[in-house]
């Protein structure tokens, strides 16, 4: 391991935790007053690591649903993920083994996403980079999510905090550091406008799993067409 790399990943994972501190927090309170106890609560967010996905499976623990119900949704839901880690296969390839970059993606998240494509446009990744970049957001989860479980019975009421806000709030300032060029802002546009129809025109829950996959698929296609001219 390169330490060098190692501290830079985790420094730059910073931001990432900050973001998810009170998303972490308001989880581990969510689920505990859904009936999980603080362990299963953390145990949770070590095997699964997708807030999206945790947060679905709580409301089907809450309408007391079938277990096959949360596995379903998260697959459908967590379906980006194979975009994401696909398109960095280029910047990899010729840089980290593919064994080490498989069990390092277990860490890719939105937000670890966009700062290491960021960052691989300038530097050749490493595998100390990603180890130090996911491994620390993914502990800023695990410990957010522990101290919001342990604190649950104090918090009647997480939407008072603003924390609902925190993610977006997060993914603007993610999606502004990506944008170089007035096309990547058009190709940013086009994919939220195509979630808000899909969203508006199949309003049922199944669609809006989907959306945000058929419009990155899209506006991605756009935007090599774009690029290519």
């Known amino acids: 391991m390169d330490r060098v790399e190692l501290k830079t990943g985790a420094k730059d994972a910073v931001p990432v935790v900050l973001g998810y501190l009170p998303l972490g927090f308001a989880f581990g309170v969510l689920a505990t007053q859904a009936g999980m106890t603080v362990i299963q609560a953390t145990v949770m967010s070590i095997l699964c690591f997708t807030g999206a996905g945790q947060y679905i499976a709580l409301g089907v623990i809450q309408a007391q649903g079938a277990v096959i119900t949360a596995v379903i949704a998260n697959l459908l839901v967590n379906v980006r993920y194979f975009l994401f ?7 990899l390839k010729n840089h980290v083994n593919p ?6 993606s277990y860490g890719v998240t939105d937000e ?3 700062v290491a494509m960021n960052r691989y446009q300038s530097n050749p990744p490493t595998a100390s980079y990603m180890a130090g970049l ?7 989860w695990i410990s957010s999510t522990l101290l919001g479980a342990v604190l649950g019975s104090m918090v009647t009421n997480t939407d008072r905090f603003g924390l609902a806000f925190a993610l977006p709030a997060m993914y ?6 990506l944008i170089n060029r007035k096309s990547d802002v ?3 546009l086009i994919s939220a406008i195509l979630c808000l129809i899909i969203g ?9 799993m989907f959306n945000m996959v058929i419009a990155t698929i899209a506006a991605a296609t756009i935007g090599v067409m774009i690029r290519e001219f």
Do not use: D, E, K
Not at 99 to 104: D, G, H, N, W
Not at 134 to 140: D, I, Q, Y
């Open 85 to 91: 880690t696909t398109s960095m296969v280029p910047f």
């Open 99 to 104: 064994t080490i970059a498989s069990i390092l």
């Open 112 to 114: 670890t996403y966009a």
């Open 134 to 140: 996911n491994l620390t957001a993914h502990l800023g």
């Open 172 to 177: 603007i300032c993610l999606l502004v550091l």
């Open 186 to 188: 058009l190709i940013a």
């Open 200 to 208: 508006y025109a199949w309003p049922w829950s199944m669609s809006n």
